[in-house]
Structure formats: C-alpha cells, structure tokens
C-alpha cells in the first residue's frame, strides 16, 4: 500500500511537530577552564583555537541565544544533550571517548549547559557518552513521545557531534534541518566542508531565517 511522505526536505518548520536541539553547548567544550582546554597551553588557545572561541563568542552563541528566545515564544520544544558520563570514572563512555581521554563525570560543572543558554527547569537535557545523541540515549523514544517529525540542530562541533546527530536523525525518518550559523567548530573549513557533506542530508537554514519562519 502507497503512503504518503514527503519527496523533498525544503519544508518549513511545523511547531506542534517540532523541536529545537542543542548539541554539546557545555562548560568542558566552551569555556577556557573547561576539561576539553583547561590542559592546552595559552599559546595554542590564541593560536590553533583562536577562529574556535572567536566563532563561540561573536557568532555561535549569540545566534544560540535567539534561536532559544524565537523557539520559547513560538512554544516549540528546545531540548539538550552534554557529554557527560553517567558514573563519575566514565567507565559507561564508549571506546571512543575512553581512547579520546574524554570523561566528563556524573554531575560534575564540566557537563552543565553554558549559562547563556541555560535551560529552564521543565526542559529536557540528555547526557551522551558518544558521539551520536542517538546512539547513547533515548532521545529518539522521547522525540516520538513528543510528537516531534522535524528537528532543528545547531551546536559543537559542526564536523563532529553535530553532523552524527544529523545523519542518525535523518536515518530515523525525520526531516533535519541544521543551523549554521549557529554552529562551531575548529576551522572555518572544516565547518565548510561538513556543510558539504551533509548537505543532501538536511536543509541547511541561517538563524534569520529559521526565526523568520517560525514567527510567521
């Protein structure tokens, strides 16, 4: 039997069928006393990371914030997901992560959401020990308990964590739309060259806009 579905993913945002992700926006990733740069020289923070935290300061996070404010006021679901391990030595982490030297512990300030867009007391936030949010939680159970088709990703970082949620979400059966500029990661082209690889994997739409759009 023929179902109906759609045959392109160029379709605006339905809001009772929508929700907003942030992926990794986290004190071990963002600020210079976080787990993942609090070892790495000064010299390296302005040299090799300096187009990283620039980006975080001026474009991401800002974008973030009214992305967070426009998706509130339309009452769309925001959601969360940290690194952060569910024991406090990390053991429960991939091997991945095991092999990075990633552990962020159980409740520690590492794997808490940046103050700048904290969420509020009733949204959700997911700890992941992976890179994919789908692969080390249950998000995929709750965003169908939510009613979620169409979820929106912006985050850290763009060629890592963010381009895993999306290919896993777009193998799942939903309409991906990513937000570039609302994303980082350590060099403008490597932000560049994801957005070329998952281009045919979801509709690719600036802050403006997608605020744009869901306003209307």
């Known amino acids: 039997m023929a179902h ?125 020990s992976s890179s994919s949010v789908f692969v080390s939680t249950h998000i995929d159970y709750l965003l169908r308990n939510l009613g979620v088709r169409q979820l929106v990703l912006c985050g850290l970082v763009t060629d890592q964590c963010v381009e895993s949620a999306i290919r896993d979400a777009c193998d799942l059966g939903y309409l991906v739309t990513l937000v570039p500029d609302a994303c980082a990661t350590y060099t403008q082209e490597r932000h560049n060259n994801t957005l070329r690889a998952i281009k045919g994997y979801c509709r690719q739409v600036s802050t403006d806009a997608l605020i744009a759009e869901i306003s209307a």
């Open 4 to 128: 109906d579905f759609p045959t392109t993913r160029e379709i605006p945002l339905d809001p009772q069928a929508s929700a907003l992700l942030f992926i990794d926006v986290q004190n071990f990733s963002v600020r210079r006393e976080g787990g993942e740069f609090k070892d790495v020289p000064e010299a390296d923070i302005t040299g090799k990371y300096g187009y990283y935290f620039e980006r975080l300061k001026t474009t991401a996070i800002p974008n973030m914030q009214r992305l967070q404010k426009a998706f509130r006021a339309a009452g769309i679901e925001v959601l969360y997901t940290t690194i952060e391990s569910l024991t406090k030595d990390g053991r429960d982490r991939s091997l991945d992560y095991k092999i990075t030297g990633f552990n962020v512990p159980k409740g520690s300030w590492d794997g808490k959401v940046i103050d700048e867009i904290a969420p509020l007391d009733d949204e959700i936030v997911l700890p992941k």
